[in-house]
């Protein structure tokens, strides 16, 4: 499982040009789940995306997580963040996961999101999504598990 966090002051994710999911400060995550992905692999990497030290503290240092400003987190299923570039001039997504178990960790994901942080939005798993972001620094960081 991919994710690419962004820290943004704020972020909107649309589809057939209706807001779905809309934050202020916190971050946009791009959910990517590969073939192999299991929902152990999905709580690993939920702990680390609401973990994850991206955010100034008093010093301006980065060294405080999404819960610890109380920020949201807005989640956007991104197929392509799993595709092999390695070859050629074409992606390859032998590795992504089927869509119907794309699906399922992705539902997965944001339930298990919504039970651990207060502030969860959501885009809609297969949809063609307009994202819009405002990117905080700019910070951004892949996370695997």
Same mark, same amino acid.
């Given at each position: 499982? *991919?994710?690419?966090?962004? +820290?943004?002051?704020?972020?909107?994710?649309?589809?057939?040009?209706?807001?779905?999911?809309?934050?202020?400060?916190?971050?946009?995550?791009?959910?990517?789940?590969?073939?192999?992905?299991?929902?152990?692999?999905?709580?690993?990497?939920? *702990? *680390?995306?609401?973990?994850? +030290?991206?955010?100034?503290?008093?010093?301006? *240092?980065?060294?405080?997580?999404?819960?610890?400003?109380?920020?949201?987190?807005?989640?956007?299923?991104?197929?392509?963040?799993?595709?092999?570039?390695?070859?050629?001039?074409? &992606?390859?997504?032998?590795?992504?996961?089927? &869509?119907?178990?794309?699906?399922?960790?992705?539902?997965?994901?944001?339930?298990?999101?919504?039970?651990?942080?207060?502030?969860?939005?959501?885009?809609?798993?297969?949809?063609?999504?307009?994202?819009?972001?405002?990117?905080?620094?700019?910070?951004?960081?892949?996370?695997?598990?």
């Amino acid at each position: 499982m *991919k994710g690419l966090i962004q +820290r943004v002051s704020e972020a909107s994710v649309k589809v057939d040009g209706s807001v779905v999911g809309q934050i202020d400060r916190g971050i946009l995550l791009l959910l990517g789940v590969e073939r192999d992905d299991t929902k152990q692999t999905a709580d690993r990497l939920l *702990k *680390k995306v609401l973990s994850y +030290r991206i955010f100034d503290d008093e010093s301006g *240092k980065m060294n405080l997580s999404l819960r610890d400003v109380d920020g949201a987190l807005l989640i956007v299923s991104q197929f392509t963040l799993v595709a092999d570039t390695q070859k050629g001039l074409r &992606p390859g997504f032998s590795k992504g996961a089927s &869509p119907e178990n794309g699906l399922l960790l992705y539902n997965y994901f944001t339930d298990q999101a919504q039970q651990s942080h207060r502030k969860i939005e959501r885009g809609v798993y297969g949809a063609d999504m307009n994202v819009s972001l405002v990117n905080d620094g700019p910070v951004t960081f892949m996370l695997e598990t």
